[in-house]
């Protein structure tokens, strides 16, 4: 699944760039048109894309999860990028979802900022609340590639989960000063976000190519 990832030939696009530095890109491997392109989600009936048909072992590893999906895209955010604070699923409300994310490819400076830094290693599923504020952030590099999965809250799903955040996962954000509280912090440090959102590993599963059994803002 990795080296699909990182050798996909279907270019990424730029969406919700008010919400962004530049420099994250998505592509779409399971959506309601068929076309990689079309990166803004929904709720629908999804079908593969082109870009998936090029991606075999992963094609494998979401069919595994017998879970029922919205959504299916690849994002990868380049070094010295940014996606400032935002909430997901304004407009999706009526119906329950949770977000899956699959990090292939990350590096220690990957993190997602909400009351803690949160880095997500690659080798396992973790489901974000992202109708809470957040941000992510990708400061030194190399490139941080991701497989981000909307699926709804069905009774496949809670079948499927079982929460868990491992030791070092995590870790607490600094306390505002008075001086940050006055307004005198610097840009960088004024995305830094109080809000909690629950982050969890849902399951230690293997993103090798072996196969396994088993319209939103976004990050």
């Known amino acids: 699944m990795r080296a699909e990832a990182l050798g996909a030939r279907t270019p990424g696009v ?4 008010e919400y962004q530095s530049g420099g994250w890109w998505t592509t779409s491997l399971l959506n309601h048109s ?5 990166v803004v989600i929904g709720d629908g009936r999804p079908q593969p894309t082109s870009l998936l048909e090029e991606m075999p072992a ?3 590893f979401l069919a ?4 029922n999906c919205m959504y299916v895209r690849r994002a990868r955010l380049e070094p ?15 119906t329950g979802r949770h977000r899956l ?6 590096n220690p400076s990957a993190v997602l900022v909400t009351a803690a830094r949160v880095h997500m290693a690659a080798g396992a599923l973790r489901r974000l609340t992202p109708s809470q504020a957040h941000g992510v952030c ?4 190399p490139d941080r590639i991701h497989l981000i999965a909307d699926v709804y809250a069905d009774d496949a799903y809670q079948a499927f989960a079982r929460p868990h955040l491992r030791d070092g996962d995590a870790a607490d954000l600094p306390e505002m000063t008075s001086a940050d509280r006055a307004g005198r912090q ?9 809000t909690a959102v629950p982050v969890c590993l849902v399951h230690q599963r293997s993103t090798r190519s072996e196969p396994v059994s088993a319209r939103s803002r976004a990050v």
């Open 101 to 106: 994310h699959i990090p292939l490819v990350t």
């Open 186 to 194: 610097s840009p960088a440090s004024k995305r830094h976000l109080r």
């Open 64 to 67: 595994g999860l017998g879970l």
């Open 58 to 60: 992963t094609a494998r």
């Open 138 to 141: 990708n400061t030194t590099g």
């Open 14 to 17: 730029v969406a919700y760039g």
């Open 80 to 94: 010295h990028s940014y996606l400032w604070e935002h909430r997901d699923y304004a407009e999706l409300r009526d």
């Open 34 to 38: 068929g076309g990689p392109h079309d």
